[in-house]
């Protein structure tokens, strides 16, 4: 079987490395010719992805895993070609299908009759069979039952990757029965885990959506809940522990907002078409979590952060990742900004080039100089055992995440405050 796998990212070139391991013939293709390059020395040019390195190296070593620029030629040659490349937002929070039509444009050009076509990248509803397929066809001069399309949503997290891939149900759902067939029979060859086929692409388009929403909606629940907790003097944590010792109660954590490329796009993706008030409403409040935290951490200083150098850790969203894109770090900055604070930041993962092209100004750990106060925005591995008497100057210690243990910050001789903490 020869696959072509377009989109070599964070999610891609586990997938191909995974298909080429289970003995598939598989084509990496990525505009990125770097990425191609690395790929075809043997090199993993994804870092934080464990068990990724040595798949490359394995697949590349048995002649099974390739990479090329030349997506037409790679989708030519193939099988089956999937495909996973970026499907965001623009500014104005409406869905941006540029990268997703350029892979579309470049794989019609080699697409061949009964190729195996499945699109992995989350989207709105619909697009695989109207806006994807329709494309594929015209581009490729076939009718949409020349070839199989089907759609399968990726639910894997990067970081945990092959963990993910060996456990989580794959959901699959074809334009028509042949093609939910034949994407269910090529998962069943790659993959461990169990495939569940539903009734369409659509239904699996929906499901991604779907679960994401339901992550974004109860952190914003639990957001909501812990605002109240405060007033009340109650702590969210205890409560919501004790809620979800009954088994319908599945509170989540509160925390300073949802980042990333996934969870706080994809709701959009719903409300473009559908206008959901709780899934809009979800979003504003994870969006203002930040603003609101700052707004706690000002209060420590009499309200007035004016001048304030104030060390957040973490750039990335969550902890143990690289990557930004719409983390809460960039949201607490600007927050802290408009009280007239200097925001500094740290993340092991980033270079101090990489942050500083974020706008934001790169700090060491412990800081070279004294810092009014702390706050903790991404929970990497390196902050769970924080050696807080380096942290010189510094207050108070906002534990954006519930992480810290209370009484070991306020042992270091600053005040501690947390999200759903009165
Ligand atoms: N990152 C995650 O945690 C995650 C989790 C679940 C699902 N996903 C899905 O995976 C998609 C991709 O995410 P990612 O993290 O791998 O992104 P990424 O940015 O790491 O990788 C995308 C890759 O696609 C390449 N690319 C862009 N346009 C292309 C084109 N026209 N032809 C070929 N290659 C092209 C880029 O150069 C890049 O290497 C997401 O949009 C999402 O739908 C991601």
Redesign the pocket.
């Known amino acids: 079987m020869r696959v072509a796998v ?8 586990p997938l191909a490395a995974q298909y080429a391991v289970k003995g598939a013939s598989v084509i990496g ?4 010719p770097e ?1 191609a390059g690395a790929v075809n020395a043997g090199a993993c040019p ?1 870092g934080g992805e464990p068990g990724l390195p040595e798949a490359v190296a394995q697949a590349h070593a048995a002649g099974r895993l390739r990479a090329t ?1 030349d ?1 037409p030629a790679a989708a030519a040659e193939s099988n089956v070609v999937v495909v ?5 937002i623009d500014e104005a929070n409406h869905t941006d299908l540029s ?2 039509d ?2 579309t444009k ?1 794989i019609a050009r080699g697409l061949r009759p009964d190729t195996l076509v499945i699109l ?4 709105p509803v619909g697009v695989t069979r109207s806006h994807f397929g329709r494309r594929l066809a015209e581009g490729s001069g076939l009718s949409l039952t020349d070839f199989r399309l089907a759609y399968s ?7 945990t990757m092959f963990r993910d891939l060996a456990t989580y149900p794959k959901v699959v759902g074809g334009i028509d029965a042949a093609s939910g067939e034949a994407a269910r029979a090529f998962y069943e060859q790659v993959l461990d885990a169990e495939v569940l086929l539903v009734a369409d692409a659509e239904t699996a388009e929906f499901a991604k959506l779907a679960e994401s929403i339901y992550r974004d909606v109860n952190i914003a629940l639990a957001n909501e809940l812990a605002i109240a907790a405060e007033a009340l003097g109650v702590s969210y944590k205890a409560a919501a522990a004790a809620s979800n010792s009954q088994p319908y109660s599945h509170l989540h954590a509160p925390g300073l907002g949802v980042g ?3 969870i706080p796009v994809y709701p959009y993706f719903l409300i473009e078409a559908s206008g959901q008030p709780i899934v809009s409403l979800s979003r504003q409040i994870n969006d203002s979590m930040a603003a609101y935290a700052v707004d706690k951490l000002a209060a420590a200083f009499d309200g007035n952060l004016a001048g304030r150098r104030v060390l957040i850790l973490g750039l990335a969203y969550r902890g143990g ?1 690289k ?1 930004a894109t719409l983390s809460s770090a960039l949201l607490v900055a600007d927050a802290l900004r408009q009280r007239g604070a200097r925001p500094l930041i740290h993340d092991p993962l980033f270079t101090a080039t990489e942050i500083e092209s974020y706008g934001l100004e790169a700090a060491d750990l412990p800081p070279s100089e004294p810092v009014d106060a702390v706050i903790l925005q991404a929970l990497h591995p390196e902050y769970k055992d924080l050696d807080l008497s380096a942290l010189k100057g510094c207050r108070v210690f906002l534990d954006g995440r519930g992480a810290m243990d209370h009484a070991r910050v306020q042992a270091a001789g600053m005040r501690y405050i947390g999200i759903g903490v009165g």
């Open positions: 377009v989109g070599l990212g964070k999610i891609g070139l293709c990525d505009i990125n990425v994804i620029t997506t996973i490349v970026r499907v965001g990268n997703l350029a892979a470049a992995e990248s989350t989207v949503p990726e639910r894997v997290s990067s970081g990333g490329h996934c990742v990557e």
